[in-house]
Protein backbone atom coordinates (compact mmCIF):
# COMPACT_ATOMS: atom_id res chain seq x y z
CA UNK A 1 0.00 0.00 0.00
CA UNK A 2 1.10 3.30 -0.95
CA UNK A 3 -0.38 5.22 2.17
CA UNK A 4 -1.53 4.32 5.32
CA UNK A 5 -4.79 3.13 4.56
CA UNK A 6 -7.68 2.79 6.78
CA UNK A 7 -9.56 -0.64 7.86
CA UNK A 8 -13.06 -1.07 9.59
CA UNK A 9 -14.28 -4.57 10.76
CA UNK A 10 -18.19 -5.24 10.25
CA UNK A 11 -19.25 -7.84 12.72
CA UNK A 12 -23.31 -8.76 12.64
CA UNK A 13 -24.39 -10.48 15.55
CA UNK A 14 -27.90 -11.90 16.84
CA UNK A 15 -27.82 -13.83 20.02
CA UNK A 16 -24.25 -15.01 20.20
CA UNK A 17 -22.10 -13.39 23.09
CA UNK A 18 -19.66 -16.00 23.65
CA UNK A 19 -19.18 -16.28 20.37
CA UNK A 20 -19.24 -12.59 19.59
CA UNK A 21 -15.80 -12.56 22.32
CA UNK A 22 -14.09 -15.19 20.21
CA UNK A 23 -14.21 -13.10 17.21
CA UNK A 24 -13.39 -9.82 18.82
CA UNK A 25 -11.42 -10.98 21.03
CA UNK A 26 -9.40 -12.45 17.57
CA UNK A 27 -9.32 -8.91 16.15
CA UNK A 28 -8.14 -7.08 19.29
CA UNK A 29 -5.15 -9.58 19.55
CA UNK A 30 -4.58 -8.75 15.58
CA UNK A 31 -0.71 -7.41 15.05
CA UNK A 32 -1.59 -4.91 13.03
CA UNK A 33 -4.67 -2.77 14.71
CA UNK A 34 -7.63 -2.18 12.77
CA UNK A 35 -9.25 1.81 12.90
CA UNK A 36 -12.34 0.64 13.47
CA UNK A 37 -14.65 -2.37 14.73
CA UNK A 38 -18.47 -2.27 14.32
CA UNK A 39 -20.54 -4.67 16.00
CA UNK A 40 -23.95 -4.18 14.34
CA UNK A 41 -26.41 -5.99 16.80
CA UNK A 42 -29.46 -7.50 14.47
CA UNK A 43 -31.73 -7.08 17.61
CA UNK A 44 -30.77 -9.73 19.86
CA UNK A 45 -32.95 -10.95 22.50
CA UNK A 46 -30.61 -9.49 24.99
CA UNK A 47 -28.44 -6.84 25.03
CA UNK A 48 -24.96 -7.71 24.24
CA UNK A 49 -22.69 -4.80 25.14
CA UNK A 50 -21.07 -3.96 27.49
CA UNK A 51 -18.16 -6.68 27.20
CA UNK A 52 -15.96 -6.08 30.55
CA UNK A 53 -12.82 -7.23 28.15
CA UNK A 54 -12.82 -4.67 25.73
CA UNK A 55 -14.07 -1.89 27.78
CA UNK A 56 -10.68 0.13 26.77
CA UNK A 57 -10.91 -0.69 22.89
CA UNK A 58 -11.68 2.89 21.48
CA UNK A 59 -12.24 1.63 17.83
CA UNK A 60 -14.81 -0.55 19.28
CA UNK A 61 -18.54 0.53 18.36
CA UNK A 62 -21.63 -1.18 19.18
CA UNK A 63 -24.87 -0.14 17.23
CA UNK A 64 -28.15 -2.27 17.87
CA UNK A 65 -30.55 -2.48 15.45
CA UNK A 66 -34.40 -1.34 16.02
CA UNK A 67 -35.86 -4.37 14.89
CA UNK A 68 -34.87 -7.87 13.52
CA UNK A 69 -33.89 -7.92 9.91
CA UNK A 70 -30.71 -9.97 8.74
CA UNK A 71 -27.60 -10.18 8.68
CA UNK A 72 -27.08 -8.86 4.84
CA UNK A 73 -29.24 -4.82 6.58
CA UNK A 74 -26.40 -5.32 9.51
CA UNK A 75 -22.86 -5.53 7.39
CA UNK A 76 -24.55 -2.75 4.63
CA UNK A 77 -25.48 -0.42 7.86
CA UNK A 78 -22.36 -1.36 9.47
CA UNK A 79 -20.33 -0.18 6.16
CA UNK A 80 -22.54 2.99 6.19
CA UNK A 81 -21.76 3.85 9.60
CA UNK A 82 -17.81 3.57 8.88
CA UNK A 83 -15.79 5.93 7.96
CA UNK A 84 -12.42 3.77 6.79
CA UNK A 85 -11.32 3.26 2.75
CA UNK A 86 -11.76 -0.80 3.43
CA UNK A 87 -14.04 -2.78 4.97
CA UNK A 88 -13.38 -6.77 5.98
CA UNK A 89 -16.13 -8.58 7.43
CA UNK A 90 -16.27 -11.24 10.01
CA UNK A 91 -18.97 -12.87 10.91
CA UNK A 92 -20.21 -13.76 14.69
CA UNK A 93 -18.96 -17.05 14.91
CA UNK A 94 -16.09 -17.05 12.87
CA UNK A 95 -12.58 -15.43 13.77
CA UNK A 96 -8.97 -14.56 12.40
CA UNK A 97 -5.80 -15.83 13.42
CA UNK A 98 -3.57 -13.16 15.05
CA UNK A 99 -1.58 -11.80 11.55
CA UNK A 100 -4.42 -11.93 9.58
CA UNK A 101 -5.03 -8.28 9.12
CA UNK A 102 -1.31 -7.88 8.49
CA UNK A 103 -1.13 -10.82 5.85
CA UNK A 104 -3.70 -9.25 3.95
CA UNK A 105 -2.59 -5.50 3.86
CA UNK A 106 0.79 -6.56 2.23
CA UNK A 107 -1.45 -7.06 -0.92
CA UNK A 108 -3.92 -4.30 -0.55
CA UNK A 109 -4.22 -1.11 -3.46
CA UNK A 110 -5.18 2.21 -3.45
CA UNK A 111 -7.69 1.18 -6.20
CA UNK A 112 -11.12 0.31 -6.44
CA UNK A 113 -11.37 -3.48 -5.51
CA UNK A 114 -12.30 -6.65 -3.41
CA UNK A 115 -10.05 -9.10 -1.67
CA UNK A 116 -10.86 -12.47 0.01
CA UNK A 117 -8.17 -15.86 0.96
CA UNK A 118 -8.57 -19.03 1.85
CA UNK A 119 -10.13 -20.15 4.87
CA UNK A 120 -9.80 -23.21 7.53
CA UNK A 121 -13.05 -24.82 8.48
CA UNK A 122 -12.89 -25.98 12.27
CA UNK A 123 -14.57 -28.75 13.40
CA UNK A 124 -14.55 -30.44 16.94
CA UNK A 125 -11.52 -28.13 17.59
CA UNK A 126 -9.36 -29.30 14.78
CA UNK A 127 -9.06 -26.23 11.75
CA UNK A 128 -7.96 -27.86 8.46
CA UNK A 129 -7.44 -25.55 5.07
CA UNK A 130 -10.60 -25.50 2.79
CA UNK A 131 -9.55 -25.41 -0.77
CA UNK A 132 -10.31 -23.33 -3.09
CA UNK A 133 -9.52 -23.85 -6.95
CA UNK A 134 -7.34 -20.47 -7.81
CA UNK A 135 -9.63 -17.48 -9.18
CA UNK A 136 -8.03 -15.92 -12.25
CA UNK A 137 -9.17 -12.46 -14.04
CA UNK A 138 -11.88 -12.88 -16.63
CA UNK A 139 -13.74 -16.01 -15.10
CA UNK A 140 -17.40 -15.98 -14.74
CA UNK A 141 -17.87 -15.63 -10.76
CA UNK A 142 -21.30 -17.83 -10.60
CA UNK A 143 -19.48 -20.57 -11.90
CA UNK A 144 -16.11 -20.40 -9.86
CA UNK A 145 -18.39 -20.25 -7.08
CA UNK A 146 -20.89 -23.39 -7.79
CA UNK A 147 -17.40 -25.51 -9.30
CA UNK A 148 -14.78 -25.66 -6.94
CA UNK A 149 -14.39 -22.29 -5.55
CA UNK A 150 -14.53 -21.08 -2.14
CA UNK A 151 -15.08 -17.27 -1.09
CA UNK A 152 -16.21 -16.82 2.27
CA UNK A 153 -17.60 -13.32 3.68
CA UNK A 154 -15.43 -13.41 6.80
CA UNK A 155 -12.48 -13.89 4.41
CA UNK A 156 -13.81 -10.55 2.55
CA UNK A 157 -11.89 -7.11 2.31
CA UNK A 158 -14.23 -4.82 0.14
CA UNK A 159 -13.02 -0.95 -0.76
CA UNK A 160 -15.74 0.68 1.06
CA UNK A 161 -16.83 2.88 -2.01
CA UNK A 162 -17.32 0.15 -4.71
CA UNK A 163 -18.60 -1.71 -2.05
CA UNK A 164 -21.50 0.90 -0.82
CA UNK A 165 -22.23 0.61 -5.04
CA UNK A 166 -23.14 -2.83 -4.63
CA UNK A 167 -23.90 -3.69 -1.22
CA UNK A 168 -25.24 -7.40 0.21
CA UNK A 169 -29.10 -8.08 -1.15
CA UNK A 170 -30.54 -7.44 1.45
CA UNK A 171 -33.70 -9.87 0.65
CA UNK A 172 -31.74 -13.03 0.44
CA UNK A 173 -31.22 -15.46 3.72
CA UNK A 174 -29.09 -18.07 1.86
CA UNK A 175 -26.27 -17.42 -0.40
CA UNK A 176 -25.83 -13.94 0.00
CA UNK A 177 -22.10 -14.34 -0.14
CA UNK A 178 -22.35 -15.93 -3.41
CA UNK A 179 -24.69 -13.34 -4.67
CA UNK A 180 -22.73 -10.51 -3.29
CA UNK A 181 -19.57 -12.08 -5.00
CA UNK A 182 -20.80 -12.01 -8.34
CA UNK A 183 -22.09 -9.18 -8.78
CA UNK A 184 -19.73 -7.58 -7.77
CA UNK A 185 -17.28 -8.90 -9.88
CA UNK A 186 -19.19 -7.67 -12.69
CA UNK A 187 -18.75 -4.22 -11.63
CA UNK A 188 -15.23 -4.07 -9.98
CA UNK A 189 -12.38 -6.92 -9.40
CA UNK A 190 -11.44 -9.29 -7.07
CA UNK A 191 -7.90 -10.74 -5.88
CA UNK A 192 -7.52 -13.91 -4.24
CA UNK A 193 -5.07 -13.39 -1.71
CA UNK A 194 -2.05 -15.97 -0.85
CA UNK A 195 -3.20 -16.02 2.74
CA UNK A 196 -4.91 -18.84 4.96
CA UNK A 197 -6.19 -17.34 8.38
CA UNK A 198 -9.74 -17.42 8.53
CA UNK A 199 -11.56 -19.73 10.69
CA UNK A 200 -14.92 -20.70 9.95
CA UNK A 201 -16.74 -22.71 12.81
CA UNK A 202 -18.83 -25.79 11.40
CA UNK A 203 -19.72 -27.54 14.40
CA UNK A 204 -20.36 -31.06 14.28
CA UNK A 205 -23.92 -30.25 15.51
CA UNK A 206 -24.64 -27.72 13.13
CA UNK A 207 -27.64 -26.93 11.38
CA UNK A 208 -26.98 -25.47 8.05
CA UNK A 209 -29.59 -22.51 7.14
CA UNK A 210 -31.35 -23.40 3.97
CA UNK A 211 -33.93 -21.26 2.27
CA UNK A 212 -35.31 -22.13 -0.88
CA UNK A 213 -36.81 -19.03 -1.98
CA UNK A 214 -33.10 -16.94 -1.46
CA UNK A 215 -31.15 -19.83 -3.62
CA UNK A 216 -33.51 -19.92 -6.52
CA UNK A 217 -33.18 -15.49 -6.93
CA UNK A 218 -29.75 -16.63 -6.76
CA UNK A 219 -29.96 -18.87 -9.39
CA UNK A 220 -32.49 -17.21 -11.32
CA UNK A 221 -30.29 -14.06 -11.23
CA UNK A 222 -27.06 -15.52 -12.77
CA UNK A 223 -29.36 -18.45 -14.90
CA UNK A 224 -27.77 -17.16 -18.20
CA UNK A 225 -24.00 -17.60 -16.84
CA UNK A 226 -23.92 -20.92 -15.49
CA UNK A 227 -22.34 -23.73 -17.40
CA UNK A 228 -24.70 -26.59 -17.99
CA UNK A 229 -23.03 -28.95 -16.64
CA UNK A 230 -22.72 -27.07 -13.26
CA UNK A 231 -26.37 -25.88 -13.36
CA UNK A 232 -27.95 -29.23 -13.64
CA UNK A 233 -25.30 -30.77 -10.54
CA UNK A 234 -26.41 -27.65 -8.48
CA UNK A 235 -30.57 -27.89 -8.87
CA UNK A 236 -29.84 -32.09 -8.35
CA UNK A 237 -28.47 -31.31 -5.28
CA UNK A 238 -30.72 -28.33 -4.01
CA UNK A 239 -33.80 -30.55 -5.31
CA UNK A 240 -33.03 -33.40 -3.86
CA UNK A 241 -32.16 -31.48 -0.43
CA UNK A 242 -35.29 -30.07 -0.01
CA UNK A 243 -37.92 -33.26 -1.44
CA UNK A 244 -36.22 -34.81 1.73
CA UNK A 245 -35.82 -31.86 4.04
CA UNK A 246 -38.17 -29.21 3.27
CA UNK A 247 -42.05 -27.93 2.37
CA UNK A 248 -43.80 -28.93 -0.38
CA UNK A 249 -43.01 -25.30 -1.55
CA UNK A 250 -39.72 -25.51 -0.93
CA UNK A 251 -39.08 -28.20 -3.70
CA UNK A 252 -41.69 -26.71 -5.62
CA UNK A 253 -39.75 -23.63 -6.19
CA UNK A 254 -36.60 -25.92 -7.56
CA UNK A 255 -38.73 -27.58 -9.97
CA UNK A 256 -40.12 -24.81 -10.91
CA UNK A 257 -36.49 -24.08 -12.57
CA UNK A 258 -36.62 -27.30 -14.85
CA UNK A 259 -38.15 -26.59 -17.69
CA UNK A 260 -36.29 -24.09 -18.47
CA UNK A 261 -33.31 -25.93 -18.29
CA UNK A 262 -35.12 -28.31 -20.22
CA UNK A 263 -32.95 -28.58 -23.03
CA UNK A 264 -29.96 -30.04 -21.12
CA UNK A 265 -31.56 -32.82 -19.70
CA UNK A 266 -32.11 -36.28 -20.94
CA UNK A 267 -35.40 -37.91 -20.00
CA UNK A 268 -34.22 -39.81 -17.37
CA UNK A 269 -32.89 -36.45 -15.68
CA UNK A 270 -36.12 -34.47 -16.31
CA UNK A 271 -38.22 -37.10 -14.97
CA UNK A 272 -36.25 -37.49 -11.68
CA UNK A 273 -36.81 -33.45 -10.57
CA UNK A 274 -40.47 -35.02 -10.07
CA UNK A 275 -40.26 -37.83 -7.34
CA UNK A 276 -44.04 -36.81 -6.67
CA UNK A 277 -45.42 -37.97 -9.76
CA UNK A 278 -46.41 -41.14 -10.51
CA UNK A 279 -44.47 -43.78 -13.09
CA UNK A 280 -47.03 -44.04 -15.50
CA UNK A 281 -48.10 -40.25 -15.34
CA UNK A 282 -44.39 -38.92 -16.07
CA UNK A 283 -43.86 -41.68 -19.09
CA UNK A 284 -46.93 -40.50 -20.88
CA UNK A 285 -47.87 -36.58 -19.84
CA UNK A 286 -44.37 -36.10 -18.22
CA UNK A 287 -42.81 -37.24 -21.82
CA UNK A 288 -44.83 -35.28 -23.97
CA UNK A 289 -44.23 -31.71 -21.91
CA UNK A 290 -40.37 -33.29 -22.26
CA UNK A 291 -40.91 -33.43 -25.76
CA UNK A 292 -42.47 -29.72 -25.53
CA UNK A 293 -40.03 -28.02 -23.47
CA UNK A 294 -37.04 -29.53 -25.79
CA UNK A 295 -38.65 -28.41 -29.02
CA UNK A 296 -39.63 -24.87 -27.67
CA UNK A 297 -36.11 -24.31 -26.79
CA UNK A 298 -35.00 -24.78 -30.43
CA UNK A 299 -37.22 -21.84 -31.61
Not at 34 to 63: G, N, Q, R
Request: one cysteine or more; hydrophobic letters at 40%.
Amino acid sequence: MTRKSTLAVVIPVHNRREELTRALRSVYQQTLPVDEVWVMDDASDAELFPLEEFKEWSALHYHRLESKSNANVARNKGAHLSQSDYIAFLDSDDEWEVDYIEQCKKHLKPIQGAYFSQSKIVRSGAANPKHSKEWREGMIAVNFLLDGGFAQTSSFIVDRVSFLNVQFDEQLKRHQDFDFFARYAKAYHWQQLPVCAVLVHWEENRKATRDARSEMIFIDRFVSEIEPRVLKRYLRMQYDYFYLNGTPADYKLHQAMVPRIAGMLTFSEFKSFYKERSILYLNTIGFLTFLLLRLKGKF
